[in-house]
Protein backbone atom coordinates (compact mmCIF):
# COMPACT_ATOMS: atom_id res chain seq x y z
CA UNK A 1 0.00 0.00 0.00
CA UNK A 2 1.12 3.61 -1.16
CA UNK A 3 1.11 6.13 0.89
CA UNK A 4 2.01 9.85 0.22
CA UNK A 5 3.31 12.10 2.54
CA UNK A 6 4.96 15.11 2.26
CA UNK A 7 6.33 17.51 5.10
CA UNK A 8 8.98 14.72 6.25
CA UNK A 9 12.09 13.85 6.15
CA UNK A 10 13.25 9.94 4.90
CA UNK A 11 13.14 8.60 8.57
CA UNK A 12 10.54 9.91 9.81
CA UNK A 13 8.83 8.60 6.61
CA UNK A 14 10.49 5.03 7.32
CA UNK A 15 9.14 5.00 11.03
CA UNK A 16 5.52 5.67 9.65
CA UNK A 17 6.35 2.89 7.48
CA UNK A 18 7.27 0.37 9.72
CA UNK A 19 4.09 1.40 12.30
CA UNK A 20 1.85 0.39 9.42
CA UNK A 21 3.38 -2.57 8.44
CA UNK A 22 3.57 -3.49 12.39
CA UNK A 23 0.03 -2.75 12.40
CA UNK A 24 -0.70 -5.40 9.46
CA UNK A 25 1.09 -8.15 10.68
CA UNK A 26 -0.90 -7.67 13.93
CA UNK A 27 -4.04 -8.21 12.04
CA UNK A 28 -5.22 -4.23 12.74
CA UNK A 29 -4.87 -3.18 9.47
CA UNK A 30 -3.70 0.31 7.89
CA UNK A 31 -6.09 2.08 9.63
CA UNK A 32 -6.05 3.56 12.63
CA UNK A 33 -8.31 1.54 15.31
CA UNK A 34 -9.39 -1.16 12.66
CA UNK A 35 -9.31 -4.20 14.49
CA UNK A 36 -9.61 -8.06 13.23
CA UNK A 37 -12.97 -10.14 12.83
CA UNK A 38 -13.26 -12.16 15.68
CA UNK A 39 -12.21 -16.19 15.77
CA UNK A 40 -15.36 -18.44 14.82
CA UNK A 41 -15.13 -19.70 18.84
CA UNK A 42 -15.11 -16.05 19.94
CA UNK A 43 -18.17 -15.19 18.38
CA UNK A 44 -20.45 -17.62 19.76
CA UNK A 45 -18.92 -17.34 23.27
CA UNK A 46 -19.37 -13.73 22.44
CA UNK A 47 -23.09 -14.13 21.07
CA UNK A 48 -24.41 -17.09 24.16
CA UNK A 49 -22.50 -14.04 26.57
CA UNK A 50 -24.70 -11.29 25.43
CA UNK A 51 -28.14 -13.19 25.50
CA UNK A 52 -30.18 -13.58 28.17
CA UNK A 53 -30.85 -17.19 29.21
CA UNK A 54 -29.70 -18.52 32.10
CA UNK A 55 -26.28 -19.74 32.83
CA UNK A 56 -26.94 -23.32 32.57
CA UNK A 57 -28.55 -22.50 29.35
CA UNK A 58 -25.86 -20.46 27.88
CA UNK A 59 -23.72 -23.54 29.45
CA UNK A 60 -25.79 -26.24 27.65
CA UNK A 61 -25.63 -23.90 24.34
CA UNK A 62 -21.79 -23.75 24.54
CA UNK A 63 -21.28 -27.61 24.52
CA UNK A 64 -23.78 -28.16 21.73
CA UNK A 65 -21.81 -25.35 19.76
CA UNK A 66 -18.34 -27.85 20.05
CA UNK A 67 -19.23 -30.10 17.14
CA UNK A 68 -20.05 -26.93 14.67
CA UNK A 69 -16.03 -25.73 15.42
CA UNK A 70 -15.03 -29.47 14.95
CA UNK A 71 -16.76 -29.87 11.90
CA UNK A 72 -15.91 -26.41 10.21
CA UNK A 73 -11.89 -27.40 11.40
CA UNK A 74 -11.88 -30.82 9.86
CA UNK A 75 -13.69 -29.77 6.37
CA UNK A 76 -12.58 -25.78 6.30
CA UNK A 77 -9.39 -25.48 7.60
CA UNK A 78 -8.81 -22.40 6.28
CA UNK A 79 -11.90 -20.78 7.80
CA UNK A 80 -10.67 -18.95 10.97
CA UNK A 81 -13.14 -15.84 11.90
CA UNK A 82 -16.25 -15.48 10.89
CA UNK A 83 -15.32 -13.18 7.90
CA UNK A 84 -14.01 -16.57 6.31
CA UNK A 85 -17.20 -18.48 6.75
CA UNK A 86 -19.35 -18.77 3.94
CA UNK A 87 -23.57 -19.40 4.46
CA UNK A 88 -23.22 -23.05 2.39
CA UNK A 89 -20.57 -24.09 5.27
CA UNK A 90 -23.79 -23.61 7.34
CA UNK A 91 -26.17 -25.67 5.34
CA UNK A 92 -23.33 -28.35 5.03
CA UNK A 93 -22.95 -28.86 8.58
CA UNK A 94 -26.81 -29.29 8.47
CA UNK A 95 -26.72 -32.19 6.44
CA UNK A 96 -23.72 -33.70 7.87
CA UNK A 97 -25.82 -33.72 11.35
CA UNK A 98 -28.79 -35.15 9.48
CA UNK A 99 -26.07 -37.65 7.47
CA UNK A 100 -25.72 -38.54 11.68
CA UNK A 101 -29.44 -39.64 12.03
CA UNK A 102 -30.10 -36.83 14.59
CA UNK A 103 -33.41 -36.16 15.45
CA UNK A 104 -35.00 -33.22 14.26
CA UNK A 105 -34.78 -31.37 17.88
CA UNK A 106 -31.07 -32.28 18.43
CA UNK A 107 -30.35 -30.48 15.02
CA UNK A 108 -32.50 -27.85 16.00
CA UNK A 109 -30.65 -27.90 19.52
CA UNK A 110 -26.85 -27.83 17.65
CA UNK A 111 -28.06 -24.87 15.01
CA UNK A 112 -29.12 -22.49 18.45
CA UNK A 113 -25.38 -21.49 18.64
CA UNK A 114 -24.27 -20.58 15.34
CA UNK A 115 -27.61 -18.98 14.08
CA UNK A 116 -27.00 -16.76 17.23
CA UNK A 117 -23.22 -15.51 16.90
CA UNK A 118 -23.75 -15.67 12.82
CA UNK A 119 -26.74 -12.69 13.66
CA UNK A 120 -24.62 -11.18 15.90
CA UNK A 121 -21.56 -11.10 14.04
CA UNK A 122 -23.47 -9.73 10.74
CA UNK A 123 -24.68 -7.20 13.13
CA UNK A 124 -21.58 -5.52 13.93
CA UNK A 125 -19.20 -6.79 11.08
CA UNK A 126 -21.67 -5.86 7.76
CA UNK A 127 -18.79 -5.91 5.91
CA UNK A 128 -17.45 -8.75 6.89
CA UNK A 129 -19.34 -11.01 7.36
CA UNK A 130 -22.44 -12.47 4.97
CA UNK A 131 -25.93 -12.66 6.89
CA UNK A 132 -27.05 -16.30 7.46
CA UNK A 133 -30.14 -16.99 5.03
CA UNK A 134 -32.81 -19.17 6.13
CA UNK A 135 -32.15 -23.05 6.55
CA UNK A 136 -33.77 -25.53 5.09
CA UNK A 137 -34.61 -27.90 8.05
CA UNK A 138 -35.39 -31.38 7.85
CA UNK A 139 -39.56 -31.71 8.29
CA UNK A 140 -40.24 -31.64 11.56
CA UNK A 141 -41.90 -35.19 12.56
CA UNK A 142 -45.06 -35.87 13.74
CA UNK A 143 -45.53 -36.02 17.46
CA UNK A 144 -47.50 -38.69 19.21
CA UNK A 145 -48.53 -37.50 23.33
CA UNK A 146 -47.05 -40.12 25.20
CA UNK A 147 -48.22 -40.29 28.76
CA UNK A 148 -49.22 -42.22 31.86
CA UNK A 149 -52.64 -43.37 32.22
CA UNK A 150 -55.00 -42.61 34.86
CA UNK A 151 -54.84 -46.34 36.25
CA UNK A 152 -50.82 -45.80 35.85
CA UNK A 153 -50.61 -42.43 37.28
CA UNK A 154 -52.51 -43.99 40.51
CA UNK A 155 -50.15 -46.83 40.56
CA UNK A 156 -47.07 -45.21 40.59
CA UNK A 157 -48.44 -42.49 43.00
CA UNK A 158 -49.23 -45.10 45.37
CA UNK A 159 -45.75 -46.90 44.81
CA UNK A 160 -43.78 -43.73 45.64
CA UNK A 161 -45.45 -42.69 48.45
CA UNK A 162 -44.34 -46.09 50.17
CA UNK A 163 -40.85 -46.64 48.21
CA UNK A 164 -40.03 -42.73 48.20
CA UNK A 165 -41.82 -40.23 49.95
CA UNK A 166 -39.56 -37.30 48.49
CA UNK A 167 -40.20 -38.13 45.16
CA UNK A 168 -43.53 -38.48 45.70
CA UNK A 169 -43.88 -35.40 46.30
CA UNK A 170 -42.82 -34.29 42.97
CA UNK A 171 -44.57 -36.53 41.42
CA UNK A 172 -47.65 -35.48 42.77
CA UNK A 173 -46.99 -31.98 41.62
CA UNK A 174 -46.30 -32.98 38.08
CA UNK A 175 -49.26 -35.64 37.81
CA UNK A 176 -51.49 -33.63 39.50
CA UNK A 177 -50.35 -29.94 39.43
CA UNK A 178 -49.15 -29.56 35.94
CA UNK A 179 -45.53 -28.32 37.19
CA UNK A 180 -42.70 -29.22 35.14
CA UNK A 181 -39.68 -31.20 36.66
CA UNK A 182 -37.64 -28.55 37.37
CA UNK A 183 -40.44 -26.12 38.90
CA UNK A 184 -41.56 -29.33 41.31
CA UNK A 185 -37.73 -29.35 42.66
CA UNK A 186 -37.25 -25.76 43.04
CA UNK A 187 -39.95 -25.38 45.25
CA UNK A 188 -39.63 -23.66 48.41
CA UNK A 189 -41.43 -23.58 52.00
CA UNK A 190 -42.32 -19.97 51.29
CA UNK A 191 -44.15 -20.81 47.71
CA UNK A 192 -46.91 -23.13 49.65
CA UNK A 193 -49.54 -21.60 51.29
CA UNK A 194 -51.12 -24.72 53.30
CA UNK A 195 -53.83 -22.90 54.51
CA UNK A 196 -55.07 -21.56 51.08
CA UNK A 197 -53.84 -24.79 49.37
CA UNK A 198 -51.84 -22.74 47.16
CA UNK A 199 -48.48 -23.11 45.00
CA UNK A 200 -46.26 -20.26 44.03
CA UNK A 201 -44.01 -20.90 41.00
CA UNK A 202 -41.62 -18.23 40.14
CA UNK A 203 -37.64 -17.10 39.77
CA UNK A 204 -35.45 -18.84 42.78
CA UNK A 205 -31.51 -18.08 43.46
CA UNK A 206 -31.38 -21.60 41.50
CA UNK A 207 -34.08 -21.83 39.03
CA UNK A 208 -35.33 -18.83 36.49
CA UNK A 209 -39.16 -19.36 34.84
CA UNK A 210 -39.35 -21.13 31.46
CA UNK A 211 -41.32 -17.90 30.60
CA UNK A 212 -43.10 -14.84 31.55
CA UNK A 213 -46.65 -16.93 32.17
CA UNK A 214 -44.78 -19.63 34.12
CA UNK A 215 -44.46 -17.09 36.75
CA UNK A 216 -48.29 -17.98 38.73
CA UNK A 217 -50.02 -19.05 41.51
CA UNK A 218 -52.45 -21.80 41.46
CA UNK A 219 -54.17 -24.12 43.70
CA UNK A 220 -53.85 -27.94 43.80
CA UNK A 221 -56.10 -30.90 44.91
CA UNK A 222 -56.22 -32.09 48.41
CA UNK A 223 -53.63 -34.92 47.45
CA UNK A 224 -50.91 -32.70 46.35
CA UNK A 225 -51.29 -30.63 49.99
CA UNK A 226 -51.25 -33.83 52.37
CA UNK A 227 -47.74 -34.38 50.07
CA UNK A 228 -46.70 -30.97 50.76
CA UNK A 229 -47.38 -31.25 54.87
CA UNK A 230 -46.03 -34.73 55.01
CA UNK A 231 -42.55 -33.72 53.58
CA UNK A 232 -42.56 -30.38 54.91
CA UNK A 233 -42.93 -31.93 58.78
CA UNK A 234 -40.55 -34.69 57.90
CA UNK A 235 -37.48 -32.54 56.30
CA UNK A 236 -34.69 -33.22 58.85
CA UNK A 237 -32.48 -30.10 57.07
CA UNK A 238 -33.59 -27.06 54.90
CA UNK A 239 -31.59 -24.48 52.86
CA UNK A 240 -31.10 -21.38 54.20
CA UNK A 241 -32.96 -20.61 50.79
CA UNK A 242 -36.27 -22.62 51.63
CA UNK A 243 -36.23 -25.62 49.35
CA UNK A 244 -38.09 -28.44 50.28
CA UNK A 245 -36.43 -30.69 48.07
CA UNK A 246 -32.81 -31.53 49.08
CA UNK A 247 -30.30 -35.14 48.94
CA UNK A 248 -29.37 -37.19 51.55
CA UNK A 249 -26.86 -34.38 52.77
CA UNK A 250 -29.40 -31.91 52.80
CA UNK A 251 -27.86 -29.85 49.89
CA UNK A 252 -29.50 -29.06 46.37
CA UNK A 253 -30.40 -31.32 43.76
CA UNK A 254 -27.75 -31.15 40.89
CA UNK A 255 -30.02 -31.38 37.30
CA UNK A 256 -28.14 -34.35 35.95
CA UNK A 257 -28.66 -35.93 39.78
CA UNK A 258 -31.90 -35.56 40.08
CA UNK A 259 -32.57 -36.98 36.66
CA UNK A 260 -30.87 -40.02 37.33
CA UNK A 261 -32.43 -40.49 40.64
CA UNK A 262 -35.40 -40.20 38.87
CA UNK A 263 -34.55 -42.87 36.34
CA UNK A 264 -33.46 -45.29 38.40
CA UNK A 265 -36.60 -45.14 40.67
CA UNK A 266 -38.89 -45.19 37.80
CA UNK A 267 -37.00 -48.34 36.87
CA UNK A 268 -37.58 -50.21 40.44
CA UNK A 269 -41.38 -49.05 40.39
CA UNK A 270 -41.43 -50.66 36.37
CA UNK A 271 -39.96 -53.87 38.19
CA UNK A 272 -42.32 -54.18 40.99
CA UNK A 273 -45.54 -53.31 39.75
CA UNK A 274 -44.44 -55.21 35.88
CA UNK A 275 -45.32 -52.23 34.06
CA UNK A 276 -42.43 -51.56 31.56
CA UNK A 277 -43.82 -48.18 30.59
CA UNK A 278 -43.04 -46.78 33.76
CA UNK A 279 -39.29 -47.02 32.86
CA UNK A 280 -39.49 -45.72 29.20
CA UNK A 281 -42.00 -43.19 29.28
CA UNK A 282 -40.04 -39.66 30.37
CA UNK A 283 -40.76 -38.14 33.81
CA UNK A 284 -41.69 -34.82 31.79
CA UNK A 285 -44.72 -36.19 30.10
CA UNK A 286 -46.04 -36.78 33.82
CA UNK A 287 -46.93 -33.04 33.52
CA UNK A 288 -48.80 -34.18 29.66
CA UNK A 289 -50.69 -37.06 32.14
CA UNK A 290 -51.82 -33.93 33.96
CA UNK A 291 -53.28 -32.39 30.90
CA UNK A 292 -54.64 -35.34 29.17
CA UNK A 293 -56.38 -35.92 33.07
CA UNK A 294 -57.74 -32.70 32.98
CA UNK A 295 -59.74 -32.44 29.97
CA UNK A 296 -60.69 -35.73 30.10
CA UNK A 297 -62.63 -34.63 33.12
CA UNK A 298 -64.08 -31.91 31.52
CA UNK A 299 -61.77 -28.56 32.77
CA UNK A 300 -61.95 -26.09 29.96
CA UNK A 301 -58.91 -25.46 27.54
CA UNK A 302 -58.67 -22.13 28.51
CA UNK A 303 -58.02 -22.72 32.03
CA UNK A 304 -55.49 -25.88 32.23
CA UNK A 305 -53.49 -23.36 29.25
CA UNK A 306 -53.58 -20.84 32.08
CA UNK A 307 -53.13 -23.34 34.99
CA UNK A 308 -49.80 -24.84 33.54
CA UNK A 309 -48.69 -21.45 32.50
CA UNK A 310 -48.65 -21.22 28.81
CA UNK A 311 -49.02 -18.36 26.80
CA UNK A 312 -52.65 -17.31 25.44
CA UNK A 313 -53.78 -18.54 21.78
CA UNK A 314 -55.69 -15.52 21.13
CA UNK A 315 -55.57 -11.60 21.07
CA UNK A 316 -58.52 -12.23 23.99
CA UNK A 317 -56.32 -14.37 25.80
CA UNK A 318 -53.42 -12.51 25.92
CA UNK A 319 -55.06 -9.04 26.49
CA UNK A 320 -58.41 -9.16 27.37
CA UNK A 321 -59.59 -12.15 29.26
CA UNK A 322 -58.47 -12.04 33.62
CA UNK A 323 -58.21 -15.65 34.94
CA UNK A 324 -58.21 -15.24 38.72
CA UNK A 325 -57.51 -17.57 41.27
CA UNK A 326 -61.05 -18.87 42.36
CA UNK A 327 -61.64 -19.37 38.61
CA UNK A 328 -58.13 -21.69 38.61
CA UNK A 329 -60.05 -23.96 41.56
CA UNK A 330 -62.40 -25.61 39.03
CA UNK A 331 -58.89 -27.25 37.52
CA UNK A 332 -57.90 -28.56 40.69
CA UNK A 333 -61.81 -29.29 42.14
CA UNK A 334 -62.00 -31.19 39.38
CA UNK A 335 -58.26 -32.89 39.83
CA UNK A 336 -59.33 -33.77 43.01
CA UNK A 337 -61.99 -36.48 42.07
CA UNK A 338 -59.35 -37.94 39.39
CA UNK A 339 -59.11 -41.57 41.25
CA UNK A 340 -62.97 -42.01 41.44
CA UNK A 341 -63.26 -40.82 38.36
CA UNK A 342 -61.37 -42.95 36.63
CA UNK A 343 -62.41 -45.81 38.78
CA UNK A 344 -65.72 -44.95 37.56
CA UNK A 345 -65.20 -45.06 33.97
CA UNK A 346 -62.92 -48.41 34.51
CA UNK A 347 -65.64 -50.28 35.78
CA UNK A 348 -68.60 -48.80 33.68
CA UNK A 349 -70.31 -47.36 36.84
CA UNK A 350 -70.38 -43.95 36.16
CA UNK A 351 -73.10 -41.89 38.02
CA UNK A 352 -75.75 -40.88 35.95
CA UNK A 353 -76.22 -37.48 37.98
CA UNK A 354 -72.07 -36.51 37.25
CA UNK A 355 -73.16 -37.85 32.83
CA UNK A 356 -76.59 -35.71 32.86
CA UNK A 357 -74.59 -32.55 34.77
CA UNK A 358 -71.19 -32.69 31.67
CA UNK A 359 -68.68 -33.12 34.61
CA UNK A 360 -67.23 -36.45 33.28
CA UNK A 361 -66.27 -36.93 29.85
CA UNK A 362 -64.33 -39.49 28.00
CA UNK A 363 -62.15 -39.51 25.06
Known amino acids: MKRRLSGIDREEARTVADHLMARSYQGKGYLPDQVKCPTIEEGIVEAVRLSRAWSEVKADILRRSKP ?59 ELVKPLPRLAMPERPRLEVECLGPMEVAALLDW ?34 LAVGTVTITDTAHHKVKTKYSDRTIPVCAEVIEALKAAISNQR ?16 WKTLCLSHRLMFTLRRAARDLDNPRLATVKTRKMRASFTTMALRLGCPDGLVQRYLGHAGRTVMDVHYRRVDLDELRTVSDTMGGWRAAFNWKDSGNIPLEAIANGRFHWV
Not at 237 to 243: D, F, L, N, Q, W
Request: proline share 5%; net charge positive; charged share 20%.
Open 68 to 126: FLAFIGANYPAARTWADLRPGMAESYLRHCEGLGLAHGSIRHRLVAVKAAWRRMAQDWP
Open 160 to 193: LKANSPVLWLMACLMALGGLRVLEAAALRVMDVD
Open 237 to 252: VRPATGEIFTNADGGL
